[in-house]
């Protein structure tokens, strides 16, 4: 009995233990892991990318060839609409103006003085047709009255020679003869009958001057409705007219020029790197300034394109300014293509997919434009 409870001890025997130092070093290099790991995580969720603050930006041009004559604003100005920025100079269109708006003032007194002449002798020519068409008119009125009274005599005379035939034509019968006589023409017959030839002969004569008569009225009458533009152009108001109508033609080119010459703001802005200082010549679509939409700031940022598949349209992300402060923004636009292979915003690790990051939440902290903001996902 006792043997076999000894050889059951020594079958029971426990195994030594771990080593304090081999404990030690599996529990550091955990650690180390976890750390390594923990960082590691951390830095993939958090990786961050830089910015550029960026406004909506508009461009002061020169709209005429000239030279900048002043600036009326200073750089960093803000500036409401319709403002005077800038005056272009160098044709001396004032001078100009003066001596067109002279030939208009001296045209228009001319103008005025013909018209004045031509009314004038609109009247009394007009005085002159209106006689000859009342006398007109009353040759006339005496020709009908002439052409009606030969009527009736040729009437009259017809009538008389009727009643002859008549009265002798009974006689015949009377004396027992029947038909139609066949005497010759009795003195009166003859005179009734020459007598009715010279009235009617007088008529178709008068007929003749009442035509006549007409014909005349008609051109008294065409004259004086054109007689007053006949009367203008012979004193010459419609070269004047036209001279007149150049010369402000002339005027207003030069005053459109001149207030092209004087650059006003469009919309509300500051204004920002000047291109060209007075005394400059400038053309015509040259940029003179920029004019910066302060209150309308984004970030532009071009991430590697590997990882660019991270953002979408309304993520939100955190902008980390350079004075420490951390504010949020959200994705407005993601490109879709690459920068060109010449924009400098490629980086070494490939092309780059610009971004554009608008504020939400708190408002962001002043910065100049172009200054950087670190983008954190």
């Not at 076999?4 to 025997?13: I, K, L």
Request: hydrophobic letters at 35%.
């Amino acid at each position: 009995m006792t043997h076999d409870n000894a050889s059951e001890s020594s079958s029971m025997t426990v195994e030594p233990a771990c080593p304090p130092m081999r404990l030690a070093f599996i529990a550091v290099a955990s650690l180390a892991l976890g750390i390594v790991t923990n960082r590691m995580l951390n830095a993939s969720a958090n990786e961050s990318f830089t910015g550029e603050v960026q406004v909506e930006t508009m461009v002061v041009r020169a709209p005429v060839d000239g030279i900048l004559q002043s600036w009326h604003v200073a750089e960093g100005e803000t500036v409401d609409p319709d403002v005077l920025l800038c005056e272009i100079g160098g044709h001396n269109l004032a001078r100009q103006i003066q001596i067109q708006e002279q030939e208009v003032a001296r045209l228009e007194a001319r103008l005025a003085a013909l018209q004045a002449e031509v009314d004038v002798k609109v009247h009394e020519h007009v005085r002159e047709l209106d006689g000859d068409i009342y006398q007109a008119e009353l040759q006339t009125a005496d020709l009908l009255q002439k052409k009606y009274y030969h009527e009736l005599e040729a009437m009259a005379w017809r009538d008389t020679l009727e009643s002859y035939e008549e009265s002798q034509n009974l006689q015949l019968t009377e004396n027992g003869v029947d038909g139609p006589a066949q005497s010759e023409l009795t003195d009166r017959q003859i005179n009734a009958l020459l007598k009715e030839e010279s009235a009617t002969n007088a008529v178709e004569a008068t007929e003749a001057q009442l035509r006549i008569c007409n014909q005349r009225l008609d051109k008294l009458q065409q004259q004086k409705q054109t007689l007053h533009e006949r009367v203008r152009l012979a004193v010459g108001v419609s070269e004047v007219e036209l001279h007149l109508a150049q010369s402000r033609d002339t005027l207003n080119q030069l005053t459109q020029e001149q207030e092209q010459q004087v650059i006003r703001s469009t919309r509300i802005g500051t204004i920002a790197n000047f291109r060209r200082r007075p005394g400059e010549y400038v053309q015509a679509g040259e940029v003179l300034a920029d004019m910066f939409q302060l209150g309308e700031s984004y970030v532009r940022a071009n991430i590697p394109s590997s990882q660019s598949h991270q953002f979408s349209v309304d993520t939100t992300v955190k902008c980390q300014f350079p004075n420490g402060e951390t504010r949020t923004g959200v994705v407005t636009n993601v490109a879709v293509a690459t920068s060109p292979e010449t924009s400098p915003t490629r980086t070494a690790t490939g092309p780059t997919v610009p971004l554009r990051i608008e504020p939400t939440g708190a408002l962001w902290p002043q910065m100049p434009v172009g200054g950087h903001v670190t983008i954190v996902r």
